[in-house]
């Protein structure tokens, strides 16, 4: 329950982050509004998000946030909803997290003048890695992909304006 209610505010913070970077305008609405105004273009529910602990994969922003809808609800009403909370919405809202993180690091990572293109999914490639003698590695030439402690997000953005 702790978890859950700590990832919400970070959610918040770092949609407002891309918002500043991408000078974005948000409606009213929330999260929900500013999470679906960010993946206008597909970008978030494009993510390849896999649990590292338990090979799973993720897709918080396929359908409905659902994970956000528990998070408000516990937060407004703590002694009735946190009997809601489920390991698959707080794994959702941490994957959500992390994504949202991928986005941050490639919009921070990309010059001024094609900051335009990191919010289509179109510019994302997913990564591949192959097993070689019991190692994993990244293909020649393919950016590795992005890890944190608990997922691994096997999308990387690629805009080249040259093609």
């Known amino acids: 329950m702790n978890l859950l209610l700590q990832i919400g505010p970070q959610i918040e913070?770092?949609?407002?982050?891309?918002?500043?970077?991408?000078?974005?305008?948000?409606?009213?609405g929330g999260v929900p509004s500013r999470i679906k105004r960010i993946n206008r273009n597909g970008v978030l529910s494009g993510f390849e998000i896999t649990s590292l602990l338990h090979e799973s994969l993720f897709t918080?922003?396929?359908?409905?946030?659902?994970?956000?809808?528990?998070?408000?609800?516990?937060?407004?009403?703590?002694?009735?909803?946190?009997?809601?909370?489920?390991?698959?919405?707080?794994?959702?809202?941490?994957?959500?997290?992390?994504?949202?993180?991928?986005?941050?690091?490639a919009i921070n990572g990309t010059s001024t003048?094609?900051?335009?293109?990191?919010?289509?999914k179109q510019y994302w490639e997913k990564t591949f890695e192959i097993q070689v003698r019991r190692k994993t590695s990244?293909?020649?030439?393919?950016p590795g992909p992005w890890k944190s402690k608990t997922f691994k997000i096997s999308n990387y953005f690629v805009y080249n304006p040259d093609c």
């Open 60 to 105: 918080p922003f396929s359908q409905k946030a659902s994970w956000w809808d528990t998070y408000n609800k516990t937060k407004h009403n703590l002694a009735q909803s946190q009997f809601d909370i489920t390991y698959l919405s707080v794994m959702d809202a941490l994957a959500a997290l992390a994504a949202l993180h991928r986005l941050s690091d």
């Open 113 to 120: 003048e094609n900051l335009e293109y990191v919010l289509d």
């Open 138 to 142: 990244t293909a020649i030439g393919i």
């Open 13 to 28: 913070g770092v949609t407002d982050l891309i918002a500043s970077k991408k000078s974005l305008k948000f409606n009213s």
